[in-house]
């Protein structure tokens, strides 16, 4: 957002800013579904090769899991209704034939060299062990216990890291794919198709990282308003001073389950105290200083399902009293939190608690962040 995208046009300039795997993408998506007519049938079809990677990836990080439960010798369960089973040596090794299918490479990929499972790839021939690899009861246990603690560190009260803070880097949440590969296993025919031509759900569900700077102007209630979209990584942040000239608003997105989440450039890093010390650099800085800020708090609805398995308490929170499992009053201490970073106290921190993927939600949630900033607008004047 250079000098040349001056507010001499009137123009709301948003900044969409977070850490990595937070969801700003996927809100990025929704601007165009709501307000730029969107996507047509190419632009659909232009995420078929990424939603059908999504999912070979997904499985295999849910695959390295099971592998790493099979090693420590967790063969005798029970499966998610309870049902105790065993898992002998004929069941272990169907398991290991079935994810080295998936695990092949492609054609394409073996003409290329490829040996990095990053360059895994999808093909028809993948689809029978997909299935069945899904349906396995072990796979399915070991998917619903995915969510177990990172690790058993030590809880400070504040939100730095320290050196005694060292989560597993075997932790389930090294595998942020594996958060959607349920949505797309239940879809996984018709993803397999060879007609097939993604949904807008399908493309809302996707996960393709950010790099780079992307932006995007639309008309909104009257307003002209410009949205841009910075690659959340730590190698990307460099790029984001750039984009600060000029700036109306920052909307700052949290994934609520980063709280048993560690970094995927930096595993012995917990996600949300990532998330905390970044958001304290940005609104205290002199930029953001006395602007309009939005904490996103998202992903709600991964939220809803984890808390009732790992209280915040028990994870990174040791300061948090409230009711245990309880995902309003955890929802609302995170807030607290965060709003307490930012030092101008004549400044308002507004919360919204989102759920990206939810098209009703985010249309009530922009409706709402366009009160504020026209409030915010003249309020300043």
Excluded at 67 to 78: P, R
Aim: one cysteine or more; proline letters at 3%.
């Amino acid at each position: 957002m250079s000098s040349h995208t001056s507010q001499v046009d009137n123009t709301i300039n948003l900044l969409l800013l977070g850490i990595s795997e937070s969801g700003k993408s996927t809100l990025f998506k929704q601007v165009k579904i709501l307000h730029q007519n969107g996507y047509t049938k190419e632009e659909l079809s232009s995420f078929t090769k990424t939603i059908q990677d999504n999912l070979i990836l997904g499985m295999a990080a849910l695959m390295d899991l099971v592998q790493h439960s099979l090693s420590q010798k967790q063969v005798i369960t029970t499966s998610p209704n309870n049902t105790p089973f065993v898992l002998d040596q004929e069941q272990q090794e169907l398991l290991r034939t079935h994810t080295q299918h998936i695990l092949r490479k492609s054609n394409d990929d073996d003409k290329n060299g490829s040996t990095s499972s990053s360059h895994l790839s999808y093909d028809p021939s993948k689809l029978a062990s997909l299935r069945f690899l899904w349906q396995h009861p072990y796979v399915q246990h070991v998917f619903h216990q995915r969510h177990g603690k990172v690790s058993n560190h030590n809880n400070n009260n504040n939100h730095s890291n320290s050196s005694s803070d060292q989560p597993s880097a075997t932790s389930s949440w090294s595998y942020p794919l594996i958060d959607n590969l349920a949505y797309f296993m239940n879809h996984c025919e018709r993803i397999g198709a060879a007609s097939y031509v993604p949904s807008v759900e399908d493309v809302l569900h996707c996960r393709l990282r950010t790099t780079g700077v992307h932006e995007t102007k639309f008309e909104f209630g009257g307003l002209s308003m410009r949205l841009v979209d910075v690659g959340g990584q730590r190698n990307q942040r460099k790029k984001w001073i750039h984009v600060f000239d000029n700036v109306t608003a920052l909307i700052f997105v949290v994934s609520l389950v980063e709280y048993n989440q560690v970094l995927e450039e930096d595993p012995t890093t917990i996600r949300i105290r990532e998330s905390m010390l970044l958001f304290e650099e940005l609104v205290n800085c002199s930029v953001f200083y006395d602007k309009p800020v939005m904490l996103f708090l998202n992903k709600v609805d991964l939220f809803n399902d984890l808390i009732k398995k790992v209280d915040i308490s028990e994870q990174c929170f040791k300061d948090y009293h409230g009711k245990k499992h309880s995902a309003p009053d955890a929802i609302q201490f995170i807030a607290e939190k965060f709003k307490k970073l930012r030092e101008n106290k004549d400044a308002d921190v507004f919360v919204e608690v989102t759920c990206a993927v939810d098209t009703n939600n985010i249309k009530k949630v922009l409706e709402n962040l366009k009160t504020i900033i026209l409030k915010e607008s003249l309020s300043s004047k």
